[in-house]
């Protein structure tokens, strides 16, 4: 038995190769491959060479990035995190042959899995299994970013991920993925508004599409806009809640300036370049914000165990269950089969081609 593996050699060389299929052993499960997202800031800096896991090494003990080897090296072998798979053969109680579950294992046709060291999260017989793509881990990126926004205000005592958002004034700079699932949770859970701010034409409206309110921020000054329309007391005007999740500076500069005094940005974004255009001693400092990191490695301090990832993956659930008809219509932008990956994210790293979300189907 082989499997299809999509490996990323250099930058802009991606091929797919064969590989023996790892043997079934005592405790682990096969799964073939149903569906593979692309998580495209992610799996396009390795094509494109600017990860910088690439380029130098992690200290995990110290959380620095140090002179050294890469952590990763070429060839990358695990390239995305976005997997649906069916389970054909199983040699442990835990999972039986036939479960349909979302994990991380990268795009590849088929993969041997041991559920004490990966996670396998169950799709439920309602939710249509690509959706399950977002199950894994980018929803919970996503969730997690509510939840930063919670602790942000509650500390500790967080009930539900509306916690930061209900009844609030919400900006979400940027019109990805991570963008959009976002910019739904806050809706779902209760935001008194929601507005998605990004310059290209094609990604508003998609977020039009999903029913939520956009602003171009190259047509009008939007901080001025959204200044003018959300006042709270005199001298305080703005966004209660910013999440950003482009990783480009203007639009940390940008998600700064949207922000009510002494409110946070909430950064879901991987920048991969400088950031000469964030200005700290303009809106940052003369407003007293906050910015705070969000990814997915840790949630909020004083939130574990009770909020984990499982926790967030069932949230994700939920919002698909809800909208999931919306984004499989207009978020999910190419459905292809992995044997066209290669071309494809090459094409995606280069600009020769612009999708929203695509799928790889084995």
Wanted: hydrophobic letters at 45%.
């Amino acid at each position: 038995m082989r499997d299809r593996v999509v490996v990323v050699n250099g930058p802009g060389t991606v091929e797919l190769v064969e590989q023996e299929a790892a043997e079934l052993r005592e405790g682990t499960f096969r799964v073939a491959t149903l569906f593979s997202g692309v998580s495209a800031g992610t799996e396009l800096s390795y094509v494109k060479g600017t990860n910088p896991y690439l380029n130098v090494t992690w200290n995990a003990e110290l959380g620095l990035f140090q002179p050294g080897p890469a952590s990763v090296p070429y060839p990358v072998t695990r390239l995305g995190y976005m997997q649906v798979g069916r389970v054909v053969e199983s040699r442990t109680p835990v999972v039986a042959v036939g479960a349909v579950a979302a994990m991380t294992y990268g795009h590849r046709s088929g993969h041997l899995a041991d559920p004490l060291a990966e996670r396998f999260v169950p799709l439920p017989d309602d939710l249509d299994p690509l959706l399950g793509v977002y199950v894994a881990h980018l929803g919970p990126i996503c969730a997690n970013g509510l939840l930063h926004a919670a602790a942000d205000l509650c500390g500790a005592d967080v009930r539900s991920l509306g916690d930061g958002v209900r009844g609030r004034r919400v900006a979400v700079v940027g019109g990805g993925v991570v963008a959009l699932l976002t910019a739904l949770f806050a809706r779902r859970h209760g935001a008194a508004s929601v507005v998605v701010l990004d310059p290209t034409p094609a990604r508003r409206a998609v977020a039009g599409a999903l029913g939520l309110e956009t602003l171009d921020p190259a047509a009008d000054d939007p901080a001025a806009v959204l200044k003018t329309r959300w006042p709270h007391a005199a001298g305080d005007r703005g966004a209660d809640v910013v999440f950003q999740c482009r990783g480009q500076a203007w639009a940390l500069q940008l998600a700064l300036r949207l922000l009510r005094p002494q409110g946070a940005v909430i950064d879901l974004a991987f920048y991969q370049s400088g950031a000469d255009e964030v200005r700290f001693g303009e809106e940052f400092h003369h407003n007293g914000l906050s910015l705070r990191c969000a990814q997915i490695g840790r949630v909020p301090r004083g939130l574990a165990p009770t909020w984990d990832r499982e926790r967030l993956s069932a949230e994700t659930i939920e919002l698909l269950r809800q909208y999931g008809h919306l984004i499989r219509e207009h978020l999910v932008s190419a459905v292809v089969p992995l044997a066209e990956a290669p071309t494809l994210l090459t094409d995606l790293a280069q600009r020769r081609r612009q999708e929203l979300q695509v799928v790889f189907t084995a």
